[in-house]
């Protein structure tokens, strides 16, 4: 059974995965089965949680593949590549029935994972953005962007195409694309997905865990989440936004302790 106790500070290690160079950090007191395992979101990196897993025992938190200090994989990865790329990481450490946590994007995969593999002993998702919605907006901007896009490509319209691009990216609220840099491919493959379908797979106690005033993924989607996963509970957490456990640390932690009980 995990517990939130005294600092346990984290090492930080390198371990080859799909020939990939990847950065995790592993508690001192790792012993491989029912693990405390953390996935950050997009553009974030595992020591983001730092605060809360040094509270904890037996925890490995990784960088993801083109995030931290773990290496770029050579082509553009779906949510599917990424849950994969877990499963070979968590049989490299002979890690079996992890506790599963997800933030964001992390928790997109940590779904998929569930989904699809199913050897979890509990998951827990934190503001995980897995709901996707096809509104009248997104669509109408879509097909402008089109249209711009060819219009753009004519002589000597290279930065009009670059303005199309991030006011487009901007409004339909995926300001995260314009900061993708070398994953921008990987994003537009993920940020349509939408994980309905893998959440009614899951079987696996889960608590999601949310910030009130979350404005990157509303708590909307957190209740539909809820209502797609069975048997799962969800917590908001007044006054918080989409990084809850940096928020109100306080609270986060009371109701993380309550889940990995």
């Not at 553009?43 to 509270?55: C, D, I, N, V, Y």
């Not at 096809?134 to 109408?140: A, I, S, V």
């Not at 219009?151 to 303005?163: D, K, N, V």
């Not at 070398?182 to 993920?190: D, G, Q, S, V």
Request: with cysteine; glycine share 8%; hydrophobic share 40%.
């Amino acid at each position: 059974m995990l517990q939130l106790h005294s600092m346990n500070m984290l090492e930080k290690k390198t371990i080859i995965v799909d020939n990939l160079s990847i950065r995790y950090y592993q508690s001192a007191d790792f012993w491989g089965s029912g693990v405390l395992v953390f996935l950050h979101g997009w553009g974030s990196q595992a020591m983001h949680f730092s605060k809360t897993l040094e509270k904890c025992h037996n925890v490995v938190a990784l960088d993801l593949p083109g995030f931290g200090e773990s290496e770029m994989p050579g082509t553009a990865w779906a949510i599917r590549d990424y849950a994969g790329f877990l499963r070979h990481f968590l049989e490299k450490l002979h890690i079996e029935r992890p506790i599963l946590t997800g933030h964001s994007f992390g928790g997109n995969i940590a779904i998929k994972y569930c989904a699809e593999y199913g050897d979890v002993e509990k998951l827990i998702l934190i503001g995980s953005a897995g709901i996707r919605r096809k509104t009248l907006k997104k669509l109408l901007y879509f097909i402008l962007a089109k249209v711009l896009k060819v219009i753009a490509y004519l002589p000597g319209l290279t930065q009009l195409r670059e303005r199309v691009r991030k006011s487009f990216y901007t409004a339909i609220g995926s300001e995260d694309y314009i900061q993708s840099g070398a994953l921008m491919e990987t994003y537009r493959k993920n940020i349509g997905e939408d994980l309905r379908k893998d959440m009614k797979k899951i079987k696996v106690p889960t608590t999601i865990i949310w910030g009130e005033n979350d404005a990157m993924v509303p708590v909307a989607d957190g209740k539909l989440t809820q209502e797609h996963i069975k048997g799962s509970q969800m917590f908001v957490i007044p006054g918080a936004g989409h990084y809850v456990f940096l928020d109100k640390e306080k609270e986060f932690e009371e109701i993380f302790l309550k889940a990995l009980s």
